[in-house]
């Protein structure tokens, strides 16, 4: 009984040792003063501290350190520093790590036969075999790298049985160069491509990987025998690509119409009328030549050849031949360049003055027969003219009655004008020239002022009609009435002669 009295004293009144706890709690300071140093540090590690967050208290003022110890702030701050450190080496750690398809920086720094090491920047070096090195045929890496070579190279694992990262040139290399070729296909650049092989509808050129040329893109697209073709270099465009099955489709005729634009409009733009230009004879044809003037083709005219009259322009020029020529015309608009060849060569008339004279024999031979006449050409390439009325003192009716092509002969020089481009030869025994006969020469003036212009360019040499042969009184210094009068001498003489032949005699 008396102990259950006693418990229940004990438990329904507070004991002289409940009441400090009761005033522990509600004031810590009060507490905390009583406490020994060794129980307040057990206390503080074994009682759990409130989240202010999760109590709904709100936290106004930051509560002081027991004496002696780190404050909560200062503690804060030391947890963050250790984090951050722990992170930044995290990073640092990822920083070096290398990862399949990477493409890194390699040095070489040994080179083995089968093998090359190699400095990634990491603590293991890595190692590229022989055959990740090139898809050239090699048997000793020591023929395509040396030490202290630095290139760039895949990681095709990062490790291997030796620790070390394999790492292959081959590959970093054809992705830079596939990434090349979609560079230029999306700038429109061309190539300049080695022909390697001869495949049903075209051609297979090695630009880094093998492309694609079609026949109808080939040249001007209607070539037939492509096997010419086969290690020549050809200039040509993508047109075409397919990244994913590694295709490349190329023209040549599209580079070639792009390079001749280029060319073309630089040419009309740089070049104007008289310029001295070198080109190359790409194609002879009956009525000239067209030369290459570096992408884009000029004319130039059989007339404008030579200072003589040539029948075909393989007596001057033959294909391949380098030569300079004149511009003459330019055409923008129509795109054509016209050419002179004799324009760049030295004249002959320049020098006939001190070779030739008036009067003068000389032996020749008949180059060309026309219906008036014969041309002879001299030596010094220029062309004398026999007309018909001077082959003979007998009266013909064709100058192949006289003389024929290729006859040696020994005419005299009757008319010399070397400023007018004028030679004229007599084989008469008492030539016209001294009765005042002037002949009509290749490049003079007809009636009308209109100068003759048949094939074979004026001057140069044509089938030129000679001026009538009737004969023309001189008239320096003479009055009109005296000049009638010999007109009509001579008109008396000529019908005399007329009515001789007529009766016989």
Same mark, same amino acid.
């Given at each position: 009984?008396?102990?259950?009295?006693?418990?229940?004293?004990?438990?329904?009144?507070?004991?002289?040792?409940?009441?400090?706890?009761?005033?522990a709690?509600?004031?810590p300071?009060?507490?905390?003063a009583?406490?020994?140093?060794? $129980?307040?540090?057990?206390?503080?590690?074994?009682s759990?501290?409130?989240?202010p967050v999760q109590?709904?208290?709100?936290?106004t003022t930051?509560?002081?350190?027991p004496?002696?110890?780190p404050s909560d702030a200062e503690?804060?701050?030391?947890a963050l520093?250790?984090?951050s450190?722990?992170?930044?080496?995290?990073?640092?750690?990822?920083?070096g +790590?290398?990862n399949?398809?990477d493409r890194?920086?390699?040095k070489?720094?040994?080179?083995?036969?089968?093998?090359?090491?190699?400095?990634?920047?990491?603590?293991?070096?890595?190692i590229i075999?022989l055959?990740?090195?090139t898809?050239?045929?090699?048997?000793?890496?020591?023929?395509?790298?040396?030490t202290?070579?630095?290139?760039?190279?895949?990681?095709?694992?990062?490790?291997?049985?030796?620790?070390?990262?394999i790492?292959?040139?081959?590959?970093?290399?054809? $992705?830079?160069?596939?990434?090349?070729?979609?560079?230029?296909?999306?700038?429109?650049?061309?190539?300049?491509a080695?022909?390697?092989?001869? !495949?049903? #509808?075209?051609?297979?050129?090695?630009?880094?990987?093998? #492309?694609?040329v079609?026949?109808?893109?080939v040249?001007?697209?209607?070539?037939?025998?492509l096997?010419?073709?086969?290690?020549?270099?050809?200039?040509?465009k993508?047109?075409?690509?397919?990244?994913?099955?590694?295709?490349?489709?190329?023209?040549?005729?599209v580079?070639?119409?792009?390079?001749k634009a280029e060319?073309?409009?630089?040419?009309?733009? $740089?070049?104007?009328?008289? $310029?001295v230009?070198?080109?190359?004879v790409?194609?002879?044809t009956?009525y000239?030549?067209? !030369?290459?003037? #570096?992408?884009?083709?000029?004319l130039?005219?059989?007339?404008?050849?030579s200072?003589v009259?040539?029948?075909h322009p393989?007596?001057?020029l033959?294909?391949?031949?380098?030569?300079?020529?004149?511009?003459?015309?330019?055409d923008?608009?129509?795109? +054509?360049?016209?050419?002179?060849l004799? =324009?760049?060569?030295?004249?002959?008339?320049?020098?006939? +003055?001190?070779?030739?004279?008036?009067? =003068?024999?000389?032996?020749c031979?008949?180059t060309?027969?026309? =219906?008036?006449?014969?041309?002879i050409?001299?030596?010094?390439?220029?062309?004398?003219?026999l007309?018909?009325?001077?082959?003979?003192?007998?009266?013909?009716?064709?100058?192949e009655?006289?003389?024929?092509?290729?006859?040696?002969?020994?005419?005299?020089?009757?008319?010399?004008?070397?400023?007018?481009r004028?030679?004229?030869?007599?084989?008469?025994?008492?030539?016209?020239? /001294?009765?005042?006969?002037?002949y009509?020469?290749p490049?003079?003036?007809?009636?009308?002022?209109?100068?003759?212009?048949?094939? /074979?360019g004026?001057h140069?040499?044509?089938?030129?009609?000679?001026?009538?042969?009737?004969?023309?009184?001189?008239?320096?210094?003479a009055?009109?009435?005296?000049?009638?009068?010999?007109?009509?001498?001579m008109?008396?003489?000529?019908? /005399?002669?007329?009515?001789?032949?007529g009766? #016989?005699?």
């Amino acid at each position: 009984m008396t102990d259950d009295l006693t418990t229940t004293a004990t438990t329904d009144e507070p004991t002289p040792e409940s009441a400090p706890v009761s005033e522990a709690v509600a004031t810590p300071d009060a507490a905390a003063a009583e406490l020994t140093p060794t $129980d307040a540090a057990v206390m503080a590690e074994a009682s759990p501290v409130a989240d202010p967050v999760q109590t709904g208290a709100v936290e106004t003022t930051t509560p002081e350190a027991p004496a002696g110890g780190p404050s909560d702030a200062e503690l804060f701050e030391a947890a963050l520093a250790e984090f951050s450190g722990e992170e930044a080496a995290a990073e640092a750690a990822g920083a070096g +790590r290398l990862n399949k398809g990477d493409r890194v920086e390699a040095k070489v720094i040994l080179v083995e036969k089968e093998r090359v090491f190699v400095d990634l920047g990491t603590k293991a070096e890595g190692i590229i075999p022989l055959n990740e090195l090139t898809d050239s045929n090699i048997s000793d890496a020591n023929e395509l790298v040396k030490t202290g070579d630095v290139f760039e190279v895949i990681v095709l694992r990062t490790n291997s049985t030796e620790g070390s990262p394999i790492v292959s040139k081959k590959r970093a290399d054809f $992705d830079a160069m596939w990434q090349g070729i979609l560079d230029a296909f999306e700038e429109g650049r061309t190539y300049e491509a080695t022909v390697v092989d001869r !495949v049903k #509808g075209g051609v297979v050129v090695d630009i880094g990987v093998r #492309g694609f040329v079609p026949a109808t893109h080939v040249g001007n697209g209607r070539l037939r025998n492509l096997e010419k073709f086969v290690g020549q270099t050809l200039v040509v465009k993508i047109i075409e690509v397919d990244k994913e099955r590694k295709k490349v489709v190329l023209s040549n005729k599209v580079a070639e119409d792009q390079s001749k634009a280029e060319v073309r409009d630089k040419m009309f733009t $740089d070049v104007k009328a008289g $310029d001295v230009l070198e080109g190359t004879v790409r194609r002879l044809t009956d009525y000239g030549a067209f !030369v290459d003037l #570096g992408g884009i083709d000029g004319l130039l005219h059989i007339s404008e050849m030579s200072w003589v009259r040539i029948d075909h322009p393989r007596e001057v020029l033959k294909v391949g031949d380098t030569i300079n020529v004149k511009v003459l015309k330019l055409d923008p608009s129509g795109g +054509r360049i016209s050419l002179g060849l004799r =324009q760049v060569l030295p004249d002959p008339w320049n020098s006939v +003055r001190d070779i030739y004279k008036v009067g =003068q024999k000389i032996k020749c031979s008949v180059t060309r027969m026309v =219906q008036s006449g014969a041309f002879i050409r001299l030596p010094e390439g220029i062309e004398a003219f026999l007309p018909m009325s001077e082959m003979s003192d007998n009266r013909i009716k064709k100058a192949e009655e006289a003389i024929n092509v290729g006859d040696e002969i020994e005419p005299m020089v009757i008319d010399l004008r070397p400023e007018d481009r004028r030679m004229v030869l007599s084989l008469r025994e008492k030539p016209s020239y /001294g009765s005042g006969v002037d002949y009509r020469m290749p490049g003079d003036r007809g009636q009308g002022g209109r100068r003759d212009n048949r094939r /074979g360019g004026g001057h140069r040499g044509g089938d030129f009609e000679p001026a009538p042969t009737t004969p023309r009184a001189p008239t320096g210094g003479a009055t009109i009435g005296e000049r009638l009068g010999m007109l009509k001498g001579m008109l008396r003489s000529s019908e /005399g002669e007329d009515t001789k032949e007529g009766k #016989g005699e």
